[in-house]
């Protein structure tokens, strides 16, 4: 999203650039330099503005109150090294929701994460994504308490909403989710809703993508692709809406609703570039409905 789009969609937004020099005062020319003054200063469910460049967070976000995050572009980093539930992001024990959207999210720290975004627990929270990049570091990756990208709360009573973002990592162990994370004292959403996402186990022990199931009350996986690391990976989960997914080197090899089982071809995902070839059997496999 442009600084233009920024401003005509969230003309409100408090802006934010840690590398910024000069006076701050939350605006376009002189934003703050600290999150933790950004979000102070912005109303409850306001916006904050995050411009490019790399934004070095040691400690894990702590949300005051609801918020929406966007970024310039996914050249917006938002680099995070903290730990315990929601190493990145969190609003545990709170009723706060989470609004990310195109900015890049990158954690990476030697410290137990169990969920790189911890959602609210009190009924009405929300974890909402959208055109983002979601990336564990190789530090994160060796952890052993890893326990993926989300945690809920053990009363499934929040929702989750990933759509057109890229998601790399993975989790520690097999007890865990790669995507929807940890045990059942922390992990549960009763409704998951993923849509046009790219999914990518870079490593990890973990085989399911979603840990928790029995809470699931309403769920959709459409348009997504999805590449597993060690060729067993599974949802876990039956999602009430499925259809016109990419699998490939993971444990689906089976199902109806416009499937694809083969190599998405994404054109350099050494250096992160997981856009498509032209050739990719992915292309136009997709459903608007």
């Given at each position: 999203?442009?600084?233009?789009?920024?401003?005509?969609k969230?003309?409100?937004?408090?802006?934010?650039?840690?590398?910024?020099?000069?006076?701050?005062?939350?605006?376009?020319?002189?934003?703050?330099?600290?999150?933790?003054?950004?979000?102070?200063?912005?109303?409850?469910?306001?916006?904050?503005?995050?411009?490019?460049?790399?934004?070095?967070?040691?400690?894990?976000?702590?949300?005051?109150?609801?918020?929406?995050?966007?970024?310039?572009?996914?050249?917006?980093?938002?680099?995070?090294?903290?730990?315990?539930?929601?190493?990145?992001?969190?609003?545990?024990?709170?009723?706060?929701?989470?609004?990310?959207?195109?900015?890049?999210?990158?954690?990476?720290?030697?410290?137990?994460?169990?969920?790189?975004?911890?959602a609210?627990?009190?009924?009405?929270?929300?974890?909402?994504?959208?055109?983002?990049?979601?990336?564990?570091?190789?530090?994160?990756?060796?952890?052993?308490?890893?326990?993926?990208?989300?945690?809920?709360?053990?009363?499934?009573?929040?929702?989750?909403?990933?759509?057109?973002?890229?998601?790399?990592?993975?989790?520690?162990?097999?007890?865990?989710?790669?995507?929807v994370?940890?045990?059942?004292?922390?992990?549960?959403?009763?409704t998951?809703?993923?849509?046009?996402?790219?999914?990518?186990v870079?490593?990890?022990?973990?085989?399911?993508?979603?840990?928790?199931?029995?809470?699931?009350?309403?769920?959709?996986?459409?348009?997504?692709?999805?590449?597993?690391?060690?060729?067993?990976?599974?949802?876990?989960?039956?999602?009430?809406?499925?259809?016109?997914?990419?699998?490939?080197?993971?444990?689906?090899?089976?199902?109806?609703?416009?499937?694809?089982?083969?190599?998405?071809?994404?054109?350099?995902?050494?250096?992160?570039?997981?856009?498509?070839?032209?050739?990719?059997?992915?292309?136009?496999?997709?459903?608007?409905?």
């Open positions: 999203m442009s600084i233009a789009s920024i401003q005509s969230y003309p409100s937004a408090i802006w934010y650039d840690s590398n910024h020099l000069g006076s701050n005062s939350g605006t376009l020319d002189n934003p703050y330099t600290s999150l933790d003054t950004a979000m102070t200063n912005a109303s409850s469910g306001g916006v904050i503005a995050i411009l490019d460049g790399t934004h070095s967070e040691d400690a894990q976000v702590t949300l005051p109150k609801s918020l929406t995050f966007v970024g310039e572009s996914t050249a917006a980093i938002l680099s995070t090294s903290g730990s315990s539930f929601g190493g990145a992001i969190t609003a545990r024990n709170t009723a706060y929701s989470i609004k990310l959207e195109t900015l890049k999210v990158y954690h990476n720290s030697t410290s137990n994460v169990y969920g790189l975004i911890a609210g627990n009190v009924a009405g929270a929300t974890v909402t994504v959208e055109g983002c990049i979601l990336e564990m570091g190789s530090s994160t990756l060796a952890v052993t308490n890893n326990r993926g990208f989300f945690s809920g709360h053990s009363s499934p009573i929040t929702s989750l909403t990933v759509s057109d973002s890229v998601i790399l990592g993975g989790s520690s162990s097999a007890s865990y989710g790669v995507v994370g940890g045990d059942s004292f922390q992990d549960g959403f009763n998951l809703d993923f849509q046009g996402n790219t999914i990518v870079t490593g990890g022990l973990a085989t399911k993508f979603s840990t928790y199931s029995a809470g699931i009350t309403s769920s959709t996986f459409k348009n997504n692709i999805f590449v597993g690391n060690g060729n067993n990976e599974v949802l876990n989960f039956t999602p009430t809406s499925a259809s016109n997914n990419c699998y490939h080197n993971n444990g689906i090899s089976s199902g109806s609703g416009g499937l694809v089982f083969a190599d998405p071809q994404f054109v350099d995902p050494a250096n992160g570039d997981y856009r498509l070839r032209p050739s990719s059997p992915c292309i136009g496999a997709g459903t608007a409905s």
